[in-house]
């Protein structure tokens, strides 16, 4: 079965650079979600998008962001890297509308960004 | 706001005994709750969930997990853990927003 896509998988840059993390979710699924994961920690929520558009904001930094296009791919834009980005990013894929099933999320495997 | 708990940094077990992680839950309304379990430099692989029905829920590795509410907890359990069941495991509640919110993750061991 398809899976969530994420790409690149490992990405390394300087400080004040720019990265673009891109998502592929799961063919016919509506809702793309963004996660970070610092060493150690759990993922936090960081935006999501519904039908193309957003539909909740978390912890993401006004550095960051993020949209998705006409064929439901995503991209998280980040700019003025700074050493605390260095993370692991999730997306993740799931269907809203399901016929009121409540559907889990399904990740990717996440894009790990070194930032130094 | 809804959210989840794991009192457990880490879990530690001999091959073949019984596992359980523990998650404890805060919400209004309904409660949808999740485990799902993280393996190094993986992505994290949906397990079981809770929406509504029987209290013992299965998924899949063997695992299960029991939705208690008057405790309001939903621990997740294996019979028998296996030297694989070693992971980071994340016990999560969904919202209103439809996004989920994350434990703060039970590392498990199991010891040959």
């Known amino acids: 079965a398809a899976g969530v896509i994420q790409s690149p998988r490992h990405l390394i840059k300087e400080k004040r650079e720019t990265a673009t993390l891109k998502c592929y979710p799961i063919?016919?699924?509506?809702?793309v979600y963004w996660y970070q994961q610092g060493p150690g920690q759990d993922p936090q929520f960081l935006i999501s998008?519904?039908?193309?558009?957003?539909?909740d904001k978390g912890s993401i930094p006004d550095r960051f962001s993020a949209q998705q296009f006409s064929d439901y791919h995503s991209e998280l834009n980040m700019s003025s890297l700074e050493l605390g980005d260095s993370a692991l990013y999730f997306c993740?894929?799931?269907?809203?509308?399901?016929?009121?099933?409540?559907?889990?999320?399904?990740f990717g495997e996440g894009s790990r960004l070194t930032v130094l | 706001a809804q959210s989840v708990a794991q009192p457990e940094d880490q879990v530690n077990v001999a091959e073949g005994n019984p596992l359980t992680v523990k998650c404890t839950y805060s919400?209004?309304?309904?409660?949808?709750l999740f485990w799902y379990v993280q393996y190094p430099n993986r992505g994290l692989q949906f397990l079981l969930k809770?929406?509504?029905?029987?209290?013992l829920v299965k998924g899949s590795y063997g695992f299960e997990a029991e939705f208690n509410k008057s405790q309001t907890s939903f621990h997740l359990k294996k019979p028998s853990a296996l030297v694989s069941d070693s992971a980071l495991y994340f016990c999560?509640?969904?919202?209103?927003?439809?996004?989920?919110?994350f434990g703060a993750g039970t590392t498990v061991t199991v010891r040959a």
């Open positions: 993740a894929s799931s269907q809203r509308l399901a016929g009121g099933h409540v559907r889990e999320l399904f």
């Open positions: 919400v209004s309304g309904n409660p949808y």
């Open positions: 809770y929406i509504t029905g029987d209290n």
């Open positions: 999560a509640v969904r919202d209103s927003d439809y996004k989920l919110s």
């Open positions: 063919p016919r699924h509506d809702t």
């Open positions: 998008f519904y039908e193309k558009m957003q539909s």
